[in-house]
């Protein structure tokens, strides 16, 4: 346990953290949620509904969260990483739960709400291109000020091109929230935020975990096409393009055999089709 925490654990706190480091322990999964800016309500509703899951949330001190994970990490190699992840007002996360499992449901249970000032980013707020309601005027140079460039068409302003306007983790300032809302924009997800998920010494952070299945599945569909293209083109068989080789030795066959009229049941139509066509190209030649 590092320095400068334990003399200062008061009695009373000590069994909060014995408890916090026995569920890390017991737990496959563990995992760090941002509790910030969710209705009190709405975190006890979550809660409940995610215990038919098998999901505890346990919610302390970050401090005293941070004394725990120094003392699970002995049966749990690499759990001190998730300290870094213990943000805005941290709880832990306790499951079996696959972790891509988890995120889908929690990401499934959360809303947009509009961004207030004094609040961070949660990603790269983003301006996307495309036709406003704005009339010309003062709002012109109020999108530039967040390096916004626009256009007149049709008597309304264009935003030219896609513009990042505040990173991930920069502050929202009342300015920018009032753009923001002023361009329908609603950045902010009401719901359990998972940053962070540790299982069998690997942190998943939500970048890792918030998958388009949809884009997923494409690209394995795309990967299978490639690979299969490439062992036909390699000559490389494999069970599934063996099809694939046969075809392409029968079509090569065939046209060496119809080159040198080589005679045989595949090729005794397409051998006098070809003799038929050459024979009226002949009479068509010489005029008979």
């Not at 925490?5 to 760090?32: L, N, Q, R």
């Not at 293209?229 to 069970?239: H, I, Q, R």
């Amino acid at each position: 346990m590092r320095a400068g925490y334990k003399t200062h654990v008061a009695e009373s706190k000590k069994e909060d953290v014995k408890e916090f480091a026995k569920f890390m322990e017991d737990y496959p999964m563990v995992g760090i949620v941002n509790l910030q800016n969710l209705p009190t309500q709405q975190a006890n509703n979550m809660r409940k509904q995610l215990r038919k899951n098998d999901v505890t949330i346990k919610m302390g001190k970050k401090r005293l969260m941070k004394l725990a994970i120094e003392k699970a990490k002995a049966k749990k190699q690499g759990l001190e990483q998730l300290e870094e992840y213990l943000r805005g007002m941290p709880a832990l996360l306790l499951t079996t739960q696959n972790p891509f499992s988890l995120f889908k449901i929690l990401k499934k249970n959360k809303s947009k709400a509009p961004a207030k000032a004094g609040q961070v980013a949660p990603n790269d707020l983003v301006v996307n291109a495309g036709p406003t309601s704005f009339a010309p005027g003062p709002i012109i140079s109020e999108l530039a000020s967040f390096g916004i460039k626009t256009k007149v068409e049709d008597g309304k302003l264009t935003i030219v091109q896609d513009t990042v306007i505040a990173k991930e983790g920069d502050l929202i300032t009342d300015k920018l929230a009032s753009m923001l809302l002023r361009l329908g924009i609603e950045p902010m997800e009401i719901g359990l935020d998972l940053v962070a998920i540790y299982e069998n010494g690997t942190i998943f952070t939500k970048k890792v975990l918030d998958i388009d299945e949809d884009q997923f599945m494409q690209d394995i569909n795309n990967a299978a096409r490639w690979a299969l293209n490439l062992s036909v083109e390699a000559g490389y068989p494999t069970k599934d393009n063996i099809e694939l080789f046969v075809c392409k030795a029968f079509t090569q066959t065939k046209a060496i055999a119809l080159e040198t009229n080589y005679l045989c049941s595949d090729t005794v139509n397409d051998v006098i089709a070809k003799a038929n066509n050459q024979m009226l190209s002949v009479k068509a030649a010489l005029g008979i």
